[in-house]
């Protein structure tokens, strides 16, 4: 789910009665395929070589610029044709730096001058490619960059942000506002004294950084800073390129590059894995795009009339299953982890990918980095013609190989179904969600004890616990305090923070990969706009004056990823562990929840624990197995050394809270 630009839907069907999408009588299928892997521009001190695919041109052009933007060319070229589809040509200069553009000849008519599809540099607003010397944008102390440890997916803790939210208030305390280098900031505080910024991260406790799309996107003019001009980026222009509204200068292509680094740099030291939201999708327009310019149609999927597809609500739908495309897509990802040092993955609307090119991917990404964490959106926004059962969708994804889907179920069960924002959820009471809460908890995995006719997912569908995103809130919609304000109106705001908590209590206890939205430990709100992908800041960004409101909030959350990360029973790595390990107990007290994770899952200290989680706005007796227990969560705080010992037979468990229990006999 996101935002649908109605704009580009109709600019792609008006598109339809213009293009030719397989020229002369015969298919994309007949379209040769190339296998090298030097597409795009390739730089040596001594020689540069241009090489493209344009299978139906019958002329290329360069043309090479001295800046990214204006002024007249310095130079013409044209290239040569070779075999497969391949156009290119070697010059014999040193040519770092300097700005180009491609134009082909189709149908005895010139495109409009574009980079490349494979462009790694680009000038402002990415209308120009640049040649780039990519060691020389490197930082100090970039060859010694070292991932942090990473045993099992499972032992995972995302955190979803955008570059500007983070570190736009004018109270973050932050220097370079709304950039990269603002997650490169340490000792950053609010006027509070707050941490904020990257320090804040650090001390939520979280293991990766989710970045929401990040490379080269259309909707923001570069050259215009102080239009404050916002977007979240799903909107992609140059897929290899960081976003130059990013950088502190976005019109010299190697500052983004170099900044990109810096800011991975210093999350990795401060213990910190990054994850890129890539939107291999659909691109920010038809016409425009670098696509059309080499290959028109071809990278796009169409209907059986001819007509564009829309999987993904935005007025074109990228063709992954097409060879090139497919290459294209492999190629772009680990170029993303070999020059980046990218930790991870994260594909938009990744059902309208089909199975064998996420495969592929995961495949190529993990040949070079077993611990690259790839995941997902398993569904479309719209119809496809990619049959179903080839589609990388929730319900496939045991069929795909180290990909993880988030679980929609345990979100809408939690706070009530996406599209209807009155529906409580389990959290405000809602006792019929009981099945599709203890769905997420074990993962999306098979179980005997979750009775799936009741749970929103019929069946389960991931393969192991970590093709599972546990997760309540993200990017898209409401916000999750918001989203409860909405659908309990006349609840108190004492009453929302328990439901805030006791949500988020369940994600980070459950099985599975843990997901946050960056702000929901200070109680997030974007006023109540769902869809804020152009709002603005005063909208979107992090109020750092929230965490000093809220600070028993975000030191609940705080203690709650203490205790995940304290506590391997809660993030098992196999079905078989969970399904031997824990087990729901039958309280015979509709909506609310307990289970017992026993015998040290998983290595844990603890011999056996106990959660309990009680949706209910009122207290509720529930007797406790045999033994001595001592409590570390009450609903309201976290204390891993334990808030009370020795609790035996029938305890009372506040309303809308969370306990968690153990005992070492």
Not at 41 to 46: F, G, R, T
Not at 54 to 74: C, M
Not at 353 to 382: C, F, R, V
């Amino acid at each position: 789910m996101r935002y649908i630009n109605f704009a580009l839907v109709i600019a792609s069907l008006v598109l339809l009665t213009s293009v030719k999408f397989a020229g002369q009588g015969y298919s994309f299928a007949d379209y040769p395929v190339y296998t090298g892997t030097d597409l795009g521009v390739n730089y040596a001190p001594l020689k540069t070589t241009f090489k493209v695919w344009a299978p139906t041109a019958s002329a290329v052009k360069l043309r090479l610029y001295d800046a990214g933007d204006g002024g007249n060319a310095i130079a013409t070229f044209d290239l040569l044709k070779g075999g497969k589809g391949i156009w290119a040509l070697t010059i014999d200069k040193n040519l770092k730096n300097k700005y180009y553009t491609f134009q082909v000849m189709r149908d005895g008519q010139w495109s409009s001058e574009r980079p490349d599809s494979y462009a790694k540099a680009v000038g402002v607003n990415g209308n120009r490619g640049m040649v780039v010397d990519l060691a020389s944008t490197d930082p100090k102390g970039w060859k010694n960059d070292k991932k942090p440890a990473l045993k099992n997916f499972t032992d995972i803790i995302l955190y979803e942000l955008h570059i500007r939210d983070i570190s736009i208030d004018p109270n973050s305390g932050i220097k370079n506002k709304g950039k990269f280098l603002g997650l490169t900031e340490s000792g950053t505080k609010s006027p509070d004294g707050e941490p904020t910024g990257l320090d804040h991260i650090k001390e939520l406790g979280v293991t990766h950084v989710h970045l929401l799309p990040s490379f080269d996107f259309n909707s923001v003019d570069e050259t215009k800073p102080q239009d404050n001009k916002y977007n979240w980026g799903y909107d992609p222009l140059n897929y290899n390129a960081p976003e130059g509204s990013y950088s502190t200068n976005p019109y010299d292509g190697n500052i983004r590059i170099r900044e990109f680094k810096q800011m991975v740099q210093a999350l990795h030291k401060k213990g910190l894995r990054v994850i890129l939201d890539v939107v291999y999708n659909h691109t920010s327009d038809v016409k425009g795009s670098n696509f059309t310019a080499f290959a028109p149609g071809y990278f796009y999927r169409q209907n059986a009339d001819g007509s564009y597809s829309n999987g993904t609500g935005c007025g074109n739908e990228v063709a992954s299953e097409r060879p090139m495309v497919r290459k294209f897509m492999i190629e772009s990802v680990l170029y993303w982890a070999k020059e980046y040092h990218l930790d991870g993955f994260r594909f938009d609307l990744m059902g309208t990918h089909d199975i064998e090119t996420m495969n592929q991917i995961s495949a190529a990404l993990h040949k070079i980095d077993p611990t690259i964490y790839i995941y997902g959106e398993g569904w479309t926004a719209g119809n496809t013609p990619l049959p179903e059962e080839k589609r990388a969708i929730k319900k496939n994804i045991s069929k795909v190989n180290k990909v993880a889907a988030f679980s929609d179920d345990i979100r809408d069960g939690l706070k009530g179904g996406w599209n209807n924002l009155k529906e409580k959820g389990f959290v405000s009471g809602n006792a019929d969600k009981t099945e599709s809460v203890k769905f997420g908890i074990v993962a999306s995995t098979s179980n005997k004890q979750v009775n799936y006719k009741l749970a929103s997912s019929k069946a389960p569908w991931a393969a192991e616990p970590y093709q599972t995103i546990t997760y309540v809130s993200c990017h898209d919609d409401n916000t999750l305090f918001d989203r409860l304000k909405i659908s309990n109106p006349t609840a108190t705001e004492d009453e929302l923070i328990k439901m805030d908590k006791l949500a988020n209590a369940v994600v980070l206890t459950s099985q599975g990969v843990s997901f946050l939205h960056s702000g929901a430990e200070l109680l997030r709100t974007k006023q109540g706009i769902a869809n804020s992908f152009e709002s603005p800041d005063s909208i979107n960004q992090i109020d750092w004056s929230r965490k000093t409101k809220y600070k028993a909030v975000f030191e609940y959350y705080k203690g709650l990823v203490a205790l995940r990360k304290a506590h391997p029973a809660f993030r098992m790595p196999s079905t078989e562990m969970i399904q031997k390990h824990l087990k729901f107990v039958e309280t015979g007290i509709p909506g609310l929840i307990a289970y017992r994770i026993n015998d040290n899952a998983n290595g844990d200290s603890w011999k056996n624990i106990m959660v309990i989680l009680n949706g209910n706005a009122t207290a509720q007796s529930v007797k406790l197995p045999k033994g001595n227990w001592t409590m570390v969560t009450d609903g309201q705080r976290v204390k891993l050394s334990g808030i009370k010992a020795n609790l035996t037979g029938s305890v009372a468990i506040g309303g809308t809270a969370a306990w968690v229990l153990y005992k070492n006999e």
